[in-house]
């Protein structure tokens, strides 16, 4: 007998109809399912782009799973509006026994949901939340004192060592679609009714939706054994380009962890243990929601004075620093809203230690540009570039942005295609354009400061500079 005549799954960051947990919690417990995704407006009203990325994204994918819905008997109940009162008028409307959802782990998320579960608990509806966006959370990984794991290596052999086939099976959804309530619902509202337009999402031919998470994946198996020795050069098909479709839940990370445990190949541990990082910020975030406010994780260096220059920090925003990596990857960012992981370091390092800027003017700037946004991944990655966060890069280890471009970029190919102004460089000149001799500038059209940007900052100085900030801050602290 089931336990539910009639629940509710609400969709958020898991949108597809396999492997779903949440689903298969409700089809397996109750007579009658529903499904709702509410078009946020307590996120999407704070959004400054009306041509956001992410929002086209999620719009594809909440069609193609209505869409998917449909064909298996049901339908997507679609709103727009603020989420925790469309939830709550919508289980009353309904009259469910139950709502049911994949848990999230960002503050906000958090404390959205406890005022949605205190609310239907006074109307004695019953809120279940069940693990789904990880392989492990929140207090699944701890070590021997029983304390969340602030370093990476340890966190991911405590957790290859539970990691398991058998943990990562699939939930099997298909087997109850009879359960999905039979209703017909309207058209999802457009982009424009909710005050955004298109974006160049089309242009860049990005695969959309659980189908399109399924082609980029199918590519990526044959290309996971050369992971390891391909995944630092942006110029190369190295990374599985799938980051965007684990934010917003159109891949399965249970299909992805499986079949990478199953390869023994070094590309396939080293792309785990990526999967393995993108558990350990969540479990961080997790444990210290203050990290999302913007507080650094070690304390002696939260209040670093950083000069913070505005002109430094617009120029590195639009790509027109001077140092031709930098330039290129900002550019990729602002062209595609992806950047190249290797990049994300390298451009992170540089605003922090060679512009003196604070990391969060940069993690905020990633917030609203990158399409694959993630407040934990994000966060992370800048507090490890910035030397402010677990497991970080040592603050006296900086970058120089000059010989990251020889190592990772050496003929220079990623560079000429975002700084087209440098394609006449040869492979030796193209790192660093202003020592080309005047002749040679002359020769190939370039001149230093018009057509392409004198370099805002000289590496050498602002690193010594650098290092006497965080010095300071350590003998302080």
């Known amino acids: 007998m089931s336990q539910f005549t009639r629940s509710l799954v609400w ?23 529903y499904c709702v995704f509410v078009f946020d407006r307590a996120i999407l009203d704070q959004l400054k782009q009306r041509a956001d990325r992410r929002v086209e994204f999620i719009w594809h994918a909440v069609q193609e799973l209505k869409q998917a819905l449909q064909q298996h008997g049901g339908d ?3 709103r727009y509006g603020d989420a925790k009162e469309e939830i709550v008028n919508l289980a009353k409307q309904l009259q469910v026994q139950a709502i049911l959802s994949n848990r999230d782990y960002e503050p906000t998320a958090i404390s959205r949901d406890q005022w949605v579960a205190d609310a ?7 809120f279940e939340q069940f693990k789904d966006q990880v392989m492990f959370e929140q207090d699944e990984i701890l070590s021997l004192q029983g304390k969340p794991y602030s370093v990476f290596t340890p966190y991911k052999n405590a957790v290859l060592k539970q990691l398991s086939d058998q943990q990562l099976l699939p939930y099997p959804v298909d087997d109850h ?4 309530a039979k209703i017909t619902e ?22 959309l939706g659980m189908s399109g998470a399924q082609t980029l994946w199918q590519d990526f198996q044959h290309r996971m054994g050369l992971y390891a020795e391909q995944r630092n050069f942006p110029a190369v098909k ?5 980051s965007v479709h684990l934010r917003f839940g159109t891949i399965s990370v249970r299909q992805l962890a499986r079949f990478a445990l199953q390869q023994h190949n070094q590309g396939a541990q080293t792309w785990l243990n990526e999967l393995i990082w993108r558990d350990f910020y969540f479990q961080i975030l997790y444990h210290r929601p203050d990290l999302g406010s913007g507080k650094s994780f070690k304390a002696e260096f939260d209040r670093l004075p950083f000069p913070n220059r505005e002109d430094w920090f617009q120029a590195w925003c639009q790509g027109n620093t001077g140092f031709p990596i930098i330039d290129a990857a900002m550019r990729q960012l602002n062209q595609t809203g992806y950047m190249h992981n290797r990049l994300r370091m390298v451009v992170a390092s540089f605003l922090v230690k060679d512009l003196l800027i604070d990391w969060r003017w940069g993690e905020r700037y990633f917030a609203e540009n990158l399409i694959d946004f993630d407040l934990s991944a994000n ?3 800048w507090q490890w570039a910035a030397s402010t966060g677990c497991d970080a890069q040592p603050w006296f280890r900086i970058f120089n942005p000059i010989s990251q471009s020889e190592k990772f970029d050496a003929d220079g190919k990623f560079i000429r295609k975002y700084v087209p102004e440098l394609a006449n460089c040869n492979h030796k000149e193209i790192h660093a354009p202003w020592l080309i001799p005047s002749l040679r500038r002359q020769e190939i059209n370039l001149v230093i400061g018009k057509n392409y940007p004198a370099p805002v900052v000289e590496h050498s100085e602002q690193r010594a500079l650098a290092l006497a900030l965080y010095k300071n801050a350590t003998s302080v602290a």
């Open 11 to 33: 969709f958020r960051r898991d949108l597809r109809d396999y492997d779903h947990a949440a689903l298969y919690q409700a089809l397996s417990q109750s007579e009658q399912v």
């Open 76 to 78: 997507l109940i679609v």
């Open 120 to 126: 239907l608990g006074s109307l004695g509806i019953t």
């Open 177 to 180: 679609w009879h359960k999905l």
């Open 186 to 207: 309207p058209e999802i509202p457009s982009l424009e009714s909710m005050g955004f337009t298109q974006s160049n999402l089309s242009e860049l031919k990005m695969p």
């Open 238 to 242: 190295g990374p599985s380009y799938l």
């Open 379 to 381: 966060n992370g990655g």
